[in-house]
């Protein structure tokens, strides 16, 4: 025998990990129901303010590789909008989509684990792993952006929104001084992005990085759909095609 702990059903109901369906879930909001699914138990308030953030954050970053694939599979089968759907969200990976898992496998994987730190310490540690990336030639994920050199705008929220919910901790502090000592050791400005900033609150939310990438992945995916209904009314995948081919 097959079973599941998510969920399941009969001929009179169907339940949501020990909930019922129709007469409990239908009176919840989706962020409950999704961190009933995914973390077994409904969200704190501070976590579902969270949760909501990362989900958000995540829906669109306009005309990406993501949004382009579904676009133009889309424009190759137009009955298919789970294909386009699912096109859109094979690529993400360690350059797109994706970074939020490999910035928070980084971070864990950097930062030895314990109670607390000290600025002096947690400085020490990011001054020492840039050092070592550095002389390996390995970009550091999370840390960097090619627009807002001057400072990612969604850092800044980002950390404000997890210090008012209490999940400003070790690993977001060394986030910030990871990008501090590659500023001071490049002499240029390297910002931390937003990817960068989300893996390290994931850690600190006592969260995997698979499922940052997770809630990364759902959030997006409205944003996708988005841009598949825009594609059925206005296409632009004929028009990819001919740049691409030179017509």
Known sequence: MFNSQIGGGDAHSISVRGHDLVNDLFNRDFIDVLALELLGQFPTPELKRMLNLFLVSATD??????????????????????????????????????????????????????????????????QECVKANKAVKRKIPGVGHPIHVDGDPRCERMFEIARDCGF??????????????????????????????????????????????????????VGLMAHIIEEQQHPIGQKVWDMASGA
């Open 168 to 221: 400003y901790g070790n690993y977001s502090r060394f986030a910030v001084e990871l990008a501090a000592a590659a500023a001071r050791q490049s002499g240029r400005k390297i910002p931390l992005n937003a990817t960068g900033a989300k893996g390290a609150i994931v850690l600190d939310m006592g969260l995997t990085p698979e499922l940052g990438k997770a809630l990364t992945m759902i959030g997006r995916s």
């Open 61 to 126: 970053h306009g005309l990406t590789p993501s949004a382009l694939s579904a676009r133009l599979t889309l424009h190759g089968a137009p009955e298919s909008m789970q294909g386009a759907l699912a096109a859109g969200l094979l690529g993400a990976g360690s350059r797109f989509l994706g970074v939020i898992e490999y910035s928070a496998r980084f971070l864990r994987d950097a930062l030895p684990q314990q109670d607390s730190y000290t600025d002096e310490e947690l400085r020490h540690f990011a």
